[in-house]
């Protein structure tokens, strides 16, 4: 087998395979470059988001066991919770899929230090953005977690339509 590659490889001529050689490492640079350049936009839509998501928390000013918000982040997903992390209320519909939070405990949420993170929704078909941060219910007297959050859905699609 060895010699009869080693046969047909002699009998190629140079220049078909210089050509041949070149065309393999230009389909590699760009395989390579439109990697790299994937992980960029990827990551500068993230930091669009969590800028957004950002501001959204800090016009937050009261909280409230019902999820009513006269300011605030109306366009956003908006969810108050309990320390042990099950969810008080939030702004959606019920038939909107919203993101899992079961696992934002109070304690979890300290640790993370108000960084966003990446979240599916309970079926696993969408993604979400979101940051947490302990806030008071003046209602209830008690510490709860606040969590401001928004769909991927756009920037999943900026990305979709660059993959093949």
């Known amino acids: 087998m060895h010699e009869q ?3 047909w490889w002699g009998g190629v001529s140079l220049r078909t395979k210089i050509t041949g050689v070149t065309v393999l490492l230009v389909t590699l ?3 390579v ?4 350049t994937m992980t960029v936009l990827r990551n500068y839509l993230l930091t669009q988001v969590d800028s957004n998501i950002n501001a959204a928390a800090k016009d937050i000013t009261t909280v409230t066991s019902t999820c009513e918000q006269s300011t605030g982040p109306i366009k956003f997903f908006f969810a108050v919770l309990n320390a042990d992390g099950s969810q008080r209320c ?3 519909d019920e038939s909107v899929p919203k993101p899992a939070l ?3 405990t109070m304690s979890s949420v300290i640790s993370a230090q108000g960084q966003a993170s990446t979240v599916w929704d309970s079926s696993h078909t969408r993604q979400w953005r979101v940051i947490a941060f302990v806030g008071f219910d003046p209602q209830s007297a ?3 977690t606040v969590v401001v959050g928004e769909s991927l859905d ?5 990305i979709g339509q660059f993959t093949v």
């Open 5 to 7: 590659l080693s046969g």
């Open 154 to 158: 756009s920037s999943n699609a900026i």
């Open 33 to 36: 470059a439109g990697v790299g």
């Open 90 to 92: 939030n702004n959606l």
């Open 142 to 144: 008690s510490n709860v």
């Open 102 to 104: 079961r696992e934002m």
């Open 29 to 31: 640079g760009l395989l």
